[in-house]
């Protein structure tokens, strides 16, 4: 079965880190570029990250250049989202999507609260 499966998502206070995982499966994931959506409630999605099929160029979104760091480990089919300094406004649903072909996660809550 073609699928996305995040994880890593949660409570975290202002200025702490979390890290997401994306599992990929049912595709050559080496093939792909692959990034990072969130979504809030009464709002469209907002692309957050972005890496190419090997890594080898990544780009970000300005509200989370410097704070966020998308990769991925092709050997184990994963795509991953560090975030360091997190804000409350970083609270959100994140996805990840692969670039072509319509595929997405269910996504992983990541709430920011003190």
């Known amino acids: 079965e073609v699928q996305l499966v995040e994880s890593g998502g949660g409570m975290v206070q202002p200025g702490g880190s979390l890290r997401l995982s994306c599992a990929a499966s049912?595709?050559?994931?080496?093939?792909?570029?692959m990034k990072w959506v969130r979504q809030t409630p009464g709002k469209g999605p907002e692309w957050v990250s972005s890496?190419?099929?090997?890594?080898?160029?990544?780009s970000y979104a300005d509200s989370v250049k410097g704070r966020f760091t998308i990769s991925r480990d092709n050997t184990k089919n994963t795509l991953y989202l560090q975030m360091n300094s997190l804000k409350p406004e970083d609270t959100a649903l994140y996805y990840c999507?692969?670039?072509?072909?319509?595929?997405r996660g269910q996504g992983t809550q990541v709430t920011v609260s003190s």
């Open positions: 999507e692969r670039i072509t072909g319509s595929l």
């Open positions: 049912g595709f050559t994931f080496s093939s792909y570029g």
């Open positions: 890496i190419t099929n090997h890594g080898g160029i990544t």
